[in-house]
């Protein structure tokens, strides 16, 4: 099946620091990525959604000065958190939407990174 | 604004045996898909079964099938001869069209020898 990576798995970074989370789509070309945060024993929080070549639509709360997301190819979204801080430590989770925009296409997931902010 | 409950935070199951988990939705629209995720210690989302609102029929996949019932929006996931590698987080998933997945709060379901 399609697989969609996500680098790195962990990450620690000072506070004040600018951290950066790829996410690729290795067989398919998504033109759709999701990217999620997940606290402990928690759902999955979406984040914002990532169109190939356009602004990304960031959901409510989401500051999307904070988390900056470029998706600049078809296979290549990236997450950057921006002077992290401790409380931006957490679980984030990307996920890619394969072809085009067609009704119920199935949406891959990465395997996840950890940021911990010190 | 669409919805989705899981009411179980937590299920247990003797290995062998059968499990089901509930998951309920609300939505006002009448095509959509509804999905169950496994989320392993490992953290990585694995897509169980899929359903399409649109088919009467069950899905099944090997030992997973859901129950359907469109008119109730209820989603429930049986997982039949149950294996300690089933233990895991489960959660169900609400999508419209090429929208986003809408999630649930999660079961923990535990598998024991």
């Known amino acids: 099946g399609a697989v969609v990576s996500q680098h790195p798995s962990w990450v620690i970074c000072k506070s004040g620091t600018s951290v950066k989370i790829e996410c690729r789509s290795l067989?398919?070309?998504?033109?759709?990525m999701f990217w999620y945060r997940q606290f402990p024993k928690q759902s999955l929080m979406l984040m914002a959604t990532?169109?190939?070549?356009?602004?990304?639509?960031?959901e409510q709360g989401v500051e999307k000065d904070k988390f900056l997301i470029n998706h600049a190819s078809l296979t290549l979204s990236t997450l950057t958190v921006t002077s992290a801080h401790p409380e931006d430590s957490s679980f984030y989770i990307c996920?890619?939407?394969?072809?085009?925009?067609?009704?119920?296409?199935?949406?891959?997931f990465g395997e996840g990174s950890w940021l911990t902010v010190v | 604004a669409q919805t989705v409950t899981q009411s179980q935070p937590e299920m247990s199951v003797q290995e062998a045996e059968t499990v089901t988990l509930s998951c309920t939705y609300d939505?006002?629209?009448?095509?959509?898909?509804l999905f169950w995720y496994k989320q392993p210690p490992s953290r990585q989302m694995i897509l169980v079964i899929r359903q399409e609102a649109y088919k009467q029929q069950n899905a099944t996949e090997n030992r997973f099938s859901v129950n359907f019932q469109k008119a109730a929006k209820s989603f429930s996931l049986k997982i039949s001869d149950s294996q300690l590698g089933d233990a895991a987080m489960y959660f169900c998933a609400y999508r419209r069209g090429t929208d986003k997945l809408i999630f649930g709060t999660g079961t923990r379901l535990q598998v024991f020898p």
């Open positions: 990532s169109n190939e070549g356009s602004k990304a639509t960031y």
């Open positions: 067989d398919f070309q998504a033109t759709t």
């Open positions: 996920s890619a939407r394969e072809g085009q925009y067609t009704s119920g296409n199935t949406i891959y």
């Open positions: 939505t006002s629209e009448s095509d959509y898909y």
